[in-house]
T-cell receptor, first 114, second 118 residues
């Protein structure tokens, strides 16, 4: 069964609005979650590491003020795309790291900004 | 830094054909190596992994051996099925004993699209 869920699975929004994506760990307590971005026919790019109870760690080149991450509990992390623009349209995927090395991935959220 | 290079796709095979998807990596120390599979419309799933040199990961008929001397982790399957059609990603994570902010981070290859025809 699913280990990680994401909501929504698909969202369309207008340029300039903010969108929140939830990532839930269903079976494990996850102190660490990761957020990725996947462009069509390309690989996953790690955006940030979400740490429960502390600030997220962003990869180089990722704007932390644009992609707000909140890891409020051991089972929930949220990614908010602020003031979204068409270039933010992408597939956003989260994963959890419940124990040594093995990550479990969510099904992803397709964001389309018009 | 770490990097993973996969053979370019797409790969198209007939059912029961032999599959090889090449993967080579560059990393410091002794990374763990993974193959993930992404079926149409689904999230990534761990297919197999190997955590040290000469380890062989296997699952669902797929195999890959951690070759440190050639820095490779090629994926193989002796007889593919239509249901194996998916995107396959090779990935590595930092050394198994690493801690700190880099622990658990995955570096992915570009993915290889596999299509198997009946």
């Amino acid at each position: 069964g699913a280990v990680v869920s994401q909501h929504p699975s698909r969202v369309i929004c207008k340029s300039g609005t903010s969108v929140k994506i939830e990532c839930r760990s269903l079976d494990f307590q996850a102190t660490t979650m990761f957020w990725y971005r996947q462009f069509p026919k390309q690989s996953l790019m790690l955006m940030a590491t979400s740490n429960e109870g502390s600030k997220a760690t962003y990869e180089q080149g990722v704007e932390k003020d644009k992609f707000l991450i909140n890891h409020a509990s051991l089972t929930l992390s949220t990614l908010t795309v602020t003031s979204a623009h068409p270039e933010d349209s992408s597939f956003y995927i989260c994963s959890i790291l419940p124990y040594q090395e093995t990550q479990y991935f969510g099904p992803g959220t397709r964001l389309l900004v018009l | 830094g770490n990097s993973v290079t996969q053979m370019e796709g797409p790969v198209t095979l007939s059912e029961e054909a032999f599959l090889t998807i090449n993967c080579t990596y560059t990393a410091t120390g002794y990374p763990s190596l993974f193959w993930y599979v992404q079926y149409p419309g689904e999230g990534l799933q761990l297919l197999l992994k190997a955590t040290k040199a000469d380890d062989k990961g296997s699952n669902k008929g797929f195999e890959a051996t951690y070759r440190k001397e050639t820095t490779s982790f090629h994926l193989e399957k002796g007889s593919v099925q239509v249901s194996d059609s998916a995107v396959y990603f090779c990935a590595l994570s930092g050394p198994a004993n690493a801690g700190g902010t880099s622990y658990g981070k995955l570096t992915f290859g570009q993915g290889t699209i596999l299509t198997v025809h009946p």
